[in-house]
Each structure stands twice: as structure tokens, then as C-alpha cells.
């Protein structure tokens, strides 16, 4: 057990001597134990060194290097779930050194990717697939002809998603030769083990047992049907008294568990027995989140990811301790509650995130985590608004796309009252592509019945809130992840005018720069700069109309924007201009059409010019052409 992170290279001579899981199978069985250790000081090391998702790999290092050393990776094929858990993995794969620098600009990235490398069997960053995935392998396996094996190994709360289910539904129903692994840390479905289960799930793995049950089947294939179908109901109903076996079972998978996780030897004999077997296998494995550090074992919340340990130099000065915009939601919606009894908030998995935290305490009763399971989140507050009810659905951008068709069908083609409070919109640095929010306003955009806002600094953030909540029908905020300028915030209830933006800089070159959300303080550098007008556009859908067709005679008109260009905020304003037969130039400034990789936020505005002086000189480079 380790309680602090080391801050120098831990000896590992054994991890040293493994650049491939090749080299690991080379180890033998009495190592694994030393092995695992090594394994597990390293990545406390190495995530010190970076910061990242912490928690989730210290509670899988065993399971990590018992799939690796079983099976003939990467022919056969190991799918993540999430990838929050996949350090370990990484390490094993020929990434150690690279470790120290994941999710760094121009490192590696901090989920399984599959061009990163060929153990990253699919690539993945939200949750729930990969039950899925390792199906669709398993399928094409059948149909190639091929002996590779699939394992999908799903946990960390990820269960609680309709697609796993879906994907179990599935593989039963086609009897895929596959295995999944349910790593159970309290985040799921968790069952305490005990010496009876553990019994059992000895038992069930074993080849004796699997002999046995074979050659009954033969045995009572031969008699009536009643007879055949009470020796299986006895069978699920002896794993039911000990596990949640039942429910896996008929959906037609082999159950075993639930084992200990981090007992190395059970682990090993139990795959072992279970990677040959035909038929869909699920085993249920119990972990401990944070594993092996005891700060992590205590608070599994809390260390699910950890901030790069910094050392403190001589010159040293504090950081102005601003709110994130998280908070501000946080702190508003507490506000509003107080005010009224209506308000509901619904968030799927994502309390601390959402900084939900203190509205759960408040509110215990007109509070909702429903797990990873977005759709129902956003169909649950059609529900609700049906009757009475004001829901505010706290979600990242990022997961939003995953109950598109709710937000459309269930929600604004109703024309329902519910606040869509839309965290790390726009790019979220290290966490990448796959956590980016960067579409959310053409999604959006195009749905009838829609208020969409974007503020620009914390007081609008929570004036937006409010105005959003006060409309009769479907509305959504988008704020960015991290925190603002320090701009104060006026701690009322106060809303703004639907639709009408604000002028931020008056100039006289004929350049109107028209920003959403974010980068307006950055496009107010560039508008002093040229001397341009500035106007803070504050509403995506319904635009200012009104404060365009005052400028419809300037030289150049400029959108601004931390969202996908294509049919973005920038393609509202040239729609308008289109439809009203405005002829002028315009330049649409936002992210391009391309997936842009993990960095610092700020490295990733530079490198795609959104940033202040990227915005000027992009605006010049126009001028230049007209």
C-alpha cells in the first residue's frame, strides 16, 4: 500500500525489462505479484508527473496484466470501456516513457486510440461501447474465419448504460464467442464477496464443472422439455442466491463471479478456464477503485483523475483563485432552487463535474443522477416539464450528441420547458477530441423551438441561466470548461432581453466583429486593435437581426466562435445576410473542420489562431483579399 505519490523514478526492475506483453508472458506466474507492484508504483509516478485519470487504472493493474499475459495480444483483441482505465495497458504496450507525457501536447493520448497503437483495439473516450465493439470483432472473427478471441471489459459506472445492454441482448441472442468482463469498484453493480460466492465462482469456472454441465445437457436432452428447463432454472437460481447472476444469464451469457479483482492467482486460473470457452462469457470481477494508494482508496471520487503535482519555486506567486464556470452553475441554480420549488436538476453521472454537488446536499428530493444514461436523462425532463415540473439537465457538450434524437423528438418538438445547461463547450485541452464540445451549436442550431445562448464572462453565465430558465420552452446555456476573466458576479436573479446582443467596442474602420461565447475578450484585443466594432452577440438562435442590419453597409463583417465552423454561429449570420439580400464580405473564425488533438487549451487556440492575436491576424489577411 503507497499513501503519496513519488516524485522520483521508482526502481522497477522488473517493469523494465517489458516493452511488449510479449515480454511479459515470458515472466513467470511467481513474478506477476513483484510485477504488479512495480506496475503500480510506476503509474503513480508517472500520472504525478502529468496528471490524468487516476483511480480507474490503479483499480484494474491486476486484471490489466492477467488479460496481457493470457492472451496473444494484439491478435486477440482486449476492448476498453471508457479508457480512463487504460494506463496500465499503455505501459504494458510499449508506452512506459511515453506515459510521461500523456495528454501533453504532442504526447500520447490519455484514452486507447486506435492509430496510437495496434494494442489499441478500438478507440473510445465516452462510455458504454465496448460490449459492442468487442460483438462486432467477435462477429467478424466468425465470419473471416479467424481464432482471434474478443474481451470487452466494461466498469466504472458504464453498466448503467442502455447500450451495454443492448450489446449483451445482442450477443446472446447470436451466441458470439466472446468474453466480458464486468469490473465491478463500487461505481456499478457492486455485490460484496464473500467466501460462499467466491466458492462458487471457482466452481463455475472450473473445466471440471463445465464437463459436467456439457455432458448434463446431453443427458436431459434426451428427456421431455419440463424436465430440461427445471435442471437450467435450478442452476440459475443456486447462482442467483450468491451473485446477480440471473439477469446475465438470461440474457444468454455464462456467469461467473463475483471474484476478487486483485487476487492475482484466482484471476489467472479463472480467464484461463473461461478464454476458450464458445458461447457469449461474462465474469464479474469485484475491484477497489484507487487500489494500492490509500488517499485513493478513501475518497475513489475525488482521485478519479489528479492534477499534475507542481513544485514550488523560489519566486512563486499565488494564483487568483477564480471561479470555474461550473461553480457559477453550481452557485445559481442553488439560488434559483430557493426561489422555486419547481426547479428540478437531472444530471447523468456527471454531480462533481457539474459542480452538483451542493444542489444534491440542498436538495436531496429535486435532485436526479441517473447514471451514464443520457437519453433518459433529457426524456425524463420531458416527463417531468409535462407535468409541472421545471428540470434543469446539467450535461457536458460532449455527451449532449449521445441524446440527440431525445433533445429533437421528446423535447423541443413538444415544445417543452426544460433548461439544457451545457458544460466544456468548445475545446477541453487535454482530455482531446473526444471530450471536445465543439459541435453543440450546429447541433443545436438547427432544431426548432431552440434559445440557445453562449456567454462571454461569468456575470453573463448567470444571467444567461436565469433568462434561460425564466422561457416557456426549450433553452440552452453553453459555457466553457476552466474559468473566466474574473469579471464579478452579481449574485441576483436577473435575466437579459432574448435576442439582443451588446456593444462591447464602437469603431470607426467598418469592421464589425461579431463573437459567441468565449473568445469575445480575445476578439476585443483584435476589434481595438483594427478598430472594429465589437458586438457581443450573447444569442445564437434568435440573432440580433436588428444590430446586423445597422451594419449591413460595413466593409467586413467577422464571426467568432469556439465551435465548429461548419453550420456554427457564423453560418446563422450569413444565412441572415443571405436571406436579406445583404452583399458583404464576411470571414467566419472558428474551429476548422478537423479533429484537434489534446494540448493545453491555450496551445490549441494558438495552433488553430483563435486565440487574440490569431483573430487579428486572420481579419487582416481578409482585408488584404478585398
Avoid at 495 to 506: D, P, Q, S, V, Y
Avoid at 524 to 534: F, P, R, S
Avoid at 586 to 611: C, F, N, V, W
Wanted: with cysteine.
Amino acid at each position: 500500500m503507497f499513501d503519496e505519490i513519488p516524485t522520483s523514478r521508482p526502481n522497477t526492475p522488473l517493469l523494465d525489462q517489458v516493452n511488449s506483453p510479449a515480454d511479459l508472458r515470458k515472466l513467470k506466474k511467481e513474478q506477476l505479484p513483484k510485477f504488479v507492484r512495480e506496475l503500480r508504483e510506476y503509474m503513480l509516478f508517472s500520472v504525478g508527473q502529468t496528471g490524468g485519470h487516476f483511480g480507474a487504472g490503479l483499480g484494474v493493474i491486476e486484471l490489466t496484466v492477467a488479460l496481457h499475459y493470457l492472451y496473444n495480444t494484439p491478435e486477440d483483441r482486449i476492448v476498453w470501456d471508457v479508457g480512463h482505465q487504460a494506463y496500465p495497458h499503455k505501459i504494458l504496450t510499449g508506452r512506459r516513457d511515453a506515459l510521461l507525457n500523456i495528454r501533453q501536447e504532442n504526447g500520447i493520448s490519455g484514452f486507447p486510440k486506435r492509430e496510437e497503437s495496434e494494442y489499441d483495439t478500438f478507440g473510445v473516450g465516452h462510455s458504454s461501447t465496448s460490449i459492442g465493439a468487442a460483438l462486432g470483432m467477435s462477429l467478424a472473427s466468425r465470419l473471416l474465419h479467424s481464432q482471434r478471441k474478443a474481451v470487452a471489459v466494461i466498469g466504472d459506472g458504464a453498466m448503467s448504460a442502455g447500450m451495454a445492454f443492448e450489446a449483451l441482448n445482442h450477443a446472446g441472442d447470436v451466441k458470439a464467442d466472446m468474453l466480458v468482463i464486468l469490473n465491478d469498484n463500487e461505481m456499478s453493480i457492486s455485490k460484496p464477496v464473500g467466501a460462499l460466492s467466491s466458492y462458487f465462482a471457482r466452481m463455475w469456472a472450473s473445466k471440471t464443472y463445465d464437463h459436467i454441465r456439457k455432458g448434463g445437457q446431453k443427458v436431459f436432452s434426451g428427456l421431455p422439455s419440463a424436465l430440461e428447463e427445471l435442471a437450467r432454472k435450478a442452476e440459475e437460481h443456486m447462482k442467483g442466491l450468491v451473485s446477480p447472476a440471473t439477469m446475465f444469464e438470461e440474457l444468454g451469457f455464462n456467469y461467473i463471479g463475483p471474484i476478487d479483482g486483485h487476487d492475482m492467482d484466482h484471476l489467472l486460473t479463472t480467464i484461463n478456464n473461461m478464454k476458450d470457452r464458445s458461447g457469449p462469457q461474462f465474469l464479474h470481477i469485484i475491484t477497489k477503485k484507487g487500489k494500492g494508494f490509500e488517499p485513493a482508496e478513501g475518497d475513489p471520487i475525488g482521485f478519479h483523475a489528479i492534477s499534475k503535482i507542481e513544485q514550488d519555486g523560489p519566486n512563486d506567486t499565488p494564483k487568483k483563485n477564480l471561479p470555474k464556470y461550473c461553480n457559477i452553475f453550481g452557485k445559481w441554480i442553488c439560488d434559483a432552487a430557493e426561489h422555486d420549488s419547481q426547479l428540478v436538476a437531472i444530471t447523468p453521472a456527471m454531480k462533481e463535474g457539474s459542480d452538483l454537488i451542493a444542489f444534491a446536499e440542498r436538495f436531496p428530493t429535486r435532485y436526479f443522477d441517473v447514471a451514464i444514461a443520457e437519453q433518459h436523462a433529457v426524456t425524463l425532463a420531458a416527463g417531468m416539464a409535462c407535468d409541472g415540473l421545471k428540470p434543469v439537465v446539467a450535461i457536458y457538450s460532449t455527451f449532449l450528441q449521445r441524446a440527440y434524437d431525445q433533445l429533437i423528438h421528446d423535447v423541443a418538438l413538444q415544445n417543452l420547458d426544460v433548461l439544457f445547461a451545457i458544460d466544456r463547450a468548445g475545446l477541453v485541452g487535454e482530455d482531446g477530441p473526444t471530450h471536445a464540445g465543439a459541435y453543440d451549436l450546429s447541433y443545436l442550431r438547427c432544431i426548432p423551438n431552440m434559445v440557445i445562448m453562449a456567454p462571454s464572462d461569468e456575470d453573463e453565465c448567470r444571467k444567461m441561466l436565469q433568462t434561460g430558465y425564466e422561457y416557456q420552452g426549450p433553452a440552452a446555456v453553453r459555457y466553457p470548461r476552466g474559468t473566466g476573466r474574473g469579471i464579478e458576479i452579481e449574485n441576483t436573479l436577473e435575466t437579459i432581453k432574448i435576442g439582443e446582443a451588446r456593444t462591447l467596442h464602437t469603431g470607426h474602420s467598418d469592421i464589425l466583429i461579431c463573437s459567441f461565447g468565449r473568445p469575445t475578450y480575445d476578439a476585443l484585443q483584435a476589434a481595438n486593435h483594427l478598430d472594429a466594432t465589437l458586438l457581443d452577440m450573447r444569442f445564437v438562435k434568435p440573432l440580433d437581426e436588428a444590430a446586423l442590419l445597422n451594419h449591413q453597409h460595413a466593409k467586413l463583417i467577422v464571426t467568432v466562435e469556439e465551435n465548429a465552423i461548419m453550420g456554427g454561429a457564423g453560418s446563422a449570420v450569413s444565412e441572415f445576410l443571405l436571406a436579406n439580400n445583404i452583399n458583404v464580405p464576411t470571414l467566419h473564425i472558428g474551429l476548422p473542420d478537423q479533429y484537434e488533438e489534446h494540448a493545453s487549451h491555450g496551445a490549441m487556440l494558438k495552433r488553430i489562431r483563435l486565440d487574440a492575436d490569431g483573430i487579428e491576424q486572420q481579419i487582416k489577411q481578409k482585408l488584404e483579399q478585398i
